[in-house]
């Protein structure tokens, strides 16, 4: 089987894709999210989705938490709304790091939960991801996860689980949206 590392943001999202991808794959989550502010909820989100990693026995690597850098990534862009070009410089981070993981760990693929979003465009992050597949010579998988009820499907997986489900995207930015 080959192996795949699946950058996710958190239990709600991650629950419905890893499931879908773990009948194809071995999967590995990795949870690399620098964006995500204050640190008392970046720790809420990692540690309900390890909770639900170690429950299936799933692999979830954590990547560094350097939120100053990713500040300085988007300076310039605290005003841009939801989906805007702020979010499309914050995919592109989220997914390099996955992408430089995976191709230097002997991955055969990286990809994300993030297109379940119905707040985020598959067209922007499979297009980031595509590139970032050529960067570092490692596969990508295109998706958009919300499609054929996928959003609607992770909501409920994430309701019977009980998790935590936050109120707003991740960065400081996002909290008054
Ligand atoms: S709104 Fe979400 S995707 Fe956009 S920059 Fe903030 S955390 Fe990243």
Do not use: I, N, P, V
């Given at each position: 089987m080959k192996k795949l590392l699946l950058h996710t943001c958190c239990a709600p999202c991650a629950i419905y894709v890893a499931m879908k991808l773990k009948e194809d794959y071995k999967v590995t989550l990795f949870f690399y999210n620098s964006n995500i502010y204050p640190e008392t909820e970046y720790l809420k989100r990692y540690n309900e989705i390890k909770k639900w990693a170690e429950k299936e026995k799933i692999v979830m690597i954590q990547g560094e938490f350097d939120q100053e850098n990713w500040f300085s990534k988007v300076k310039g862009l605290e005003q841009e709304p939801e989906g805007g070009v702020r979010c499309a410089v914050c995919y592109k981070k989220r997914l390099e790091e996955t992408a430089k993981y995976a191709s230097e760990n002997d991955f055969h693929i990286f990809t994300t939960t993030l297109t379940i979003s119905p707040h985020k465009k598959a067209s922007i992050i499979n297009s980031i991801g595509l590139k970032l597949s050529e960067d570092y010579n490692i596969e990508f998988i295109e998706?958009?996860?919300?499609?054929?009820?996928?959003?609607k499907?992770?909501?409920?997986?994430?309701?019977?689980?009980?998790?935590?489900?936050?109120?707003?995207?991740?960065?400081k930015f996002s909290i008054r949206e």
């Open positions: 998706a958009d996860w919300k499609k054929q009820d996928g959003f499907k992770a909501c409920e997986l994430s309701r019977q689980q009980g998790f935590y489900r936050q109120e707003y995207c991740g960065c």
